[in-house]
Nanobody
């Protein structure tokens, strides 16, 4: 079992930045590939970014490239999503997710690739 707790969401003006954190427990983070997804009201959950177990590989949705950065600190069992140049369209509930049993370089991108999910944190970007 893996428990995930997100934090760092909030209200920010367009153009601003936020850093989301995802604290993992139950397994050491180095055994887990991590991902971030988001779900806006009335829309399906969509992939944001993923990072491999080793941290050497990352993958981003096209609309997030250059603005968002996923990272991890295995010593702290925490993954992060640094978001910059935020837009009102980025408003959503952001979820972190964990996938066990992957290779060191794998970066899962589909919702059904992941075994465990956090409860989500709301990000609201005002115009």
């Amino acid at each position: 079992q893996v428990q995930l707790v997100e934090s760092g969401g909030g209200l920010v003006q367009a153009g601003g930045s936020l850093r989301l954190s995802c604290a993992a427990s139950g397994r050491t983070l180095s055994s887990i590939a991590m991902g971030w997804f988001r779900q806006a009201a009335g829309k399906e959950r969509e992939f944001v970014a993923a990072i491999s177990r080793s941290g050497s590989n990352t993958y981003y949705a096209d609309s997030m490239k250059g603005r968002f950065t996923i990272s991890r600190d295995n010593a702290k069992n925490t993954a992060y999503l640094q978001m910059t140049s935020l837009k009102p369209d980025d408003t959503a509930v952001y979820y972190c997710a964990a996938r066990l049993g992957t290779t060191y370089s794998y970066t899962p991108t589909a919702t059904n690739d992941y075994n465990y999910w956090g409860q989500g944190t709301q990000v609201t970007v005002s115009s």
